[in-house]
């Protein structure tokens, strides 16, 4: 069995989860919203064990890297940090509809992702170095953080335009989407963060120079500018609420771009598309 | 367990304030609201006041974060830094004027984009200056111990009742809130005592610790800019430069010592894709080698504050050249390397091997490998001729001066491009990348919390009331001041079971 062919087959169980936190959250049958969470969990243990898989074959085939080197590996990453996230908040406050926000994000990762080459190549010379293994883990944790943060901006926003309507009544109560959704931001802002120097260090050990204004470290910088204007906003001018729900969506729109945007101008990261 | 429950909107500070956040309305520390050069009202005072408010708000920090972003994404749109050929190809005239004239073939180097980050610092700098002197007051102060006013001001108390002595119970709640928040206050108060403790004070200092990174990696990145520089250079085996080509303006600049390229070599994968490039270099100081060194991608040489790194590579093909003179038959011979100027023999002129053609072919007819030259002869215009290597009836066709020129022998010879820099500034700017990280930890998951414990008594029963109040993370710092009222209620149950020898109630 090849770590492809796993991660394919995951690709349908976070569908399948997706669908029942849907029909849990949207026909308020608790059995519905548990099975969608043993299902994601199921799917968050087959992404795991196909990210190690690949590992273990990058290994046979005498490369042995890390599969965190090309978009299709970084799709499949994202989709298992974000999904681990959104249970672990599942679990920590008892959001169950939490699910049908963050598990889209995992299937269509991973959807896109069996359109991607699978295929494994060796490292150039560029890409060979542990700097690598840092700057993609800790970016992704970071898009994954804002990924979170996404949805319960969704959710929030559903739950303030009804409240007591079909959806909004199994919703957690407005400020704890709004407090969970700010939470989520500074964990994507600190890894976003920690993402960007460790890429700057990368940068400085391979080609001597630490910032290129290459378009994705461009990107990535606004991401940063947006995400750091937004927790400013709310800590110093005491934002909260509906504007910052659909500040942090304009946020994500800059992260989708930083990832696949990006690849649609030319630069240093073209391995990464 | 349940979700605790978050402080209701309203809870933050409005106004021009920053970097310090106080939550709640208890939380201000009354030297907060003293600032220089404002009233009461925070009123910039005189126009020094206002252009101190002016760099001070937070309100131009959001803006000036803002436009940043803003302004950063054409410089991704219009490619940077390209010939004016490339602008001239794929942009219109009027568009190209424009581009011209408000630098955005090269903006993040503009003086406008350069203007908003020096902003950006000012406005950090300024409001940090004006805030700091309170922040550090408040985290030098002496802690301040159990108020009865401040207790009795909190909100969401945890209370139980015990039959447990005020006496017995007193010292085992000093003793668990030692064991759970540090350093105990004690302040005996009408019939009880009152405890307080407190952690991460100092975590109030994160949102500067960041700032001042950010600063720093500023700073280095003018530091670099200023006295550093970013060249290349092609080195083929066996030869020594002193000197590199600035990558900006084309210039030389000379090495504090010379670099010679003893070897470079390519690996491959099995599929064709490059595995390693290496290059072993000497470096040498007043002509006589120091030390040799193998570079890679990622693993650059460093010596005096330069640095060299493995940045591409090429092919040269250098050739041995047999002039023979078509009168006297005088043989000479040169050895010729590509793209460089060489005397004829007999002072005749001078030559050039311009390229190297490893497979020419001529009217569909393959030739073999060619040498192309550019000749200058002593008389005459200069031309071009090519020397073929493996048909040499064919180099009997023409003569550079009265020379019959043939190539005896040839081998190709790679040579190493490398990117040669200096950066002072990079110390700088790594301080400023750790304290940013350490400062985004202590500023986001970190915080100053207080907690307060009340313990009680009449003639029969004790009353325990614990509350806690913290700057930021109100309902994670809620659960454990939450724990902790659990595991003082089960401790007096103890107490009292013990004491009484009954089940309490």
């Known amino acids: 069995m090849t770590s492809s062919f796993v991660l394919s087959i995951v690709t349908f169980v976070y569908f399948g989860a997706m669908c029942l936190y849907w029909a849990g959250w949207v026909f308020h049958k608790p059995v519905l919203s548990r099975s969608a969470t043993l299902v994601a969990v199921v799917g968050v243990a087959g992404n795991l064990a ?43 406050y008892r959001i169950r509809a939490l699910g049908a926000v963050v598990a889209p994000f995992a299937f269509l990762a991973m959807a896109y ?14 890409l060979q170095s542990n700097w690598l293994t840092a700057h993609v883990f800790t970016a992704f944790l970071g898009y994954a953080g804002f990924a979170a943060a996404t949805g319960l901006a969704v959710m929030y926003l559903l739950k303030k335009s009804g409240p ?39 940068a400085n050990s391979a080609w ?51 990832w696949f945007g990006v690849n649609y101008l030319s630069g240093l990261h073209s391995y990464a598309s | 367990m349940p979700f605790p429950k978050i402080p209701k909107k309203g809870g933050l500070p409005r106004g021009p304030g920053c970097l310090t956040v106080p939550v709640n309305k208890e939380e201000r520390a009354p030297q907060e609201r003293k ?20 760099f001070a708000s937070v309100k131009l920090s959001i803006a000036l974060l803002l436009t940043l972003a803003a302004t950063s994404i054409v410089g991704t749109v219009i490619p940077q830094g390209k010939t004016a050929e490339f602008y001239q190809q794929n942009y219109s005239a009027a568009f190209q004027r424009f581009l011209e004239a408000v630098n955005l073939t090269d903006m993040y180097h503009s003086w406008w984009f350069q203007a908003l980050l020096v902003l950006l610092a000012v406005n950090l700098m300024v409001c940090s200056v004006k805030r700091l002197p309170s922040t550090w007051k408040l985290v030098r102060a002496r802690p301040a111990g159990f108020h009865q006013g401040r207790f009795s001001s909190l909100k969401d108390k945890e209370e139980f009742e015990t039959q447990a002595p005020v006496n017995d119970l007193a010292p085992l709640v000093e003793k668990t809130l030692g064991r759970r928040f540090g350093k105990v ?35 280095g990145g003018v530091l670099g800019s200023l006295y550093g520089f970013t060249g290349y250079v092609n080195l083929p085996e066996g030869e020594t430069t002193e000197r590199v080509s600035l990558r900006d303006s084309k210039d030389l600049q000379p090495l504090p010592f010379t670099l010679r390229c003893d070897r470079f070599s390519v690996q491959f994968y099995d599929n064709g894709m490059p595995k390693e490039y290496t290059s072993t270099l000497t470096v040498l100081e007043g002509g006589s080698p120091a030390f040799t060194q193998d570079i890679e991608v990622n693993h650059p040489l460093r010596h005096k504050g330069i640095n060299v790194f493995q940045s591409s590579y090429g092919s040269d093909t250098s050739a041995v ?11 000479y011979e040169k050895e010729a390397a590509s793209r460089r100027m060489m005397e004829l023999p007999e002072g005749e002129g001078r030559f050039m091997v311009v390229e190297f053609d490893p497979s020419f072919s001529h009217q569909g007819m393959d030739l073999g490998p060619v040498f192309h030259l550019h000749v200058f002869p ?128």
């Not at chain 1, 992702?113 to 560029?126: E, G, I």
């Not at chain 1, 630490?210 to 927790?231: F, G, Q, V």
């Not at chain 2, 108060?189 to 610790?209: C, I, K, N, S």
């Open chain 1, 113 to 126: 992702a069996s359109l991607k080459d699978a295929d494994q190549v060796p490292l150039v010379p560029a």
């Open chain 2, 185 to 219: 206050k004690a302040t005996p108060v009408d019939q009880g005592f009152g405890y307080w403790a407190e952690r991460g004070r100092w975590t109030r200092l994160g949102p500067y610790v960041i700032h001042l990174g950010f600063l720093l990696t500023l700073a």
């Open chain 1, 208 to 258: 001597g120079r630490y910032w290129s204004w290459d378009p994705k470290e461009t990107w990535s910088l606004i991401t940063w500018l947006i995400y750091a204007a937004l927790i400013h906003l709310r800590l110093v001018r005491g934002w909260m609420g509906k504007r910052t729900a659909i500040f942090a969506i304009v946020g994500f729109a800059a992260v989708l771009f930083t």
């Open chain 1, 50 to 92: 196909g990210f190690g898989l690949r590992w273990w074959e990058s290994h046979q085939m005498g490369m042995g890297h890390i599969p965190l080197t090309n978009m299709y590996e970084s799709l499949v990453f994202f989709a298992m940090v974000t999904m681990a996230v959104s249970l672990v908040l599942e679990r920590q």
């Open chain 2, 378 to 505: 002593k008389e005459g215009p200069p031309f071009q001729m090519s020397v073929f290597a493996a048909r040499p009836e064919l180099n009997r066709m023409r003569t550079a001066g009265p020379f019959h020129v043939s190539a005896k022998s040839w081998k190709q010879t790679y040579y190493t491009g490398l990117q040669v820099t200096k950066d002072p500034g990079v110390g700088m700017v790594y301080t400023g990348f750790i304290l940013i990280i350490a400062g985004c930890f202590v500023t986001f998951f970190l915080f100053h919390g207080q907690v307060f414990v009340l313990v009680s008594g009449g003639k029969k029963k004790t009353r325990v009331s614990v509350a806690g109040v913290a700057n930021k993370n109100q309902q994670g710092f809620g659960i454990r001041v939450h724990r902790l009222a659990e595991i003082l209620s089960g401790q007096a149950a103890d107490l009292e079971k013990r004491k009484t020898g009954r089940e309490p109630r």
């Open chain 2, 35 to 54: 600032r220089p050069g404002m009233t009461k009202n925070q009123q910039p005072v005189g126009p020094l006041g206002r252009l101190m408010g002016f």
């Open chain 2, 321 to 331: 050249l047999e002039f023979a003179h078509a009168e006297t038959g005088m043989i």
């Open chain 1, 164 to 202: 007591d309507s079909g959806i909004g009544r199994s919703l957690p109560e407005a400020p704890v989407l709004d407090q969970l959704m700010y939470q989520n931001i500074l964990l994507g802002f600190l890894f976003l963060t920690v993402g960007i120097i460790t890429g700057a260090v990368w």
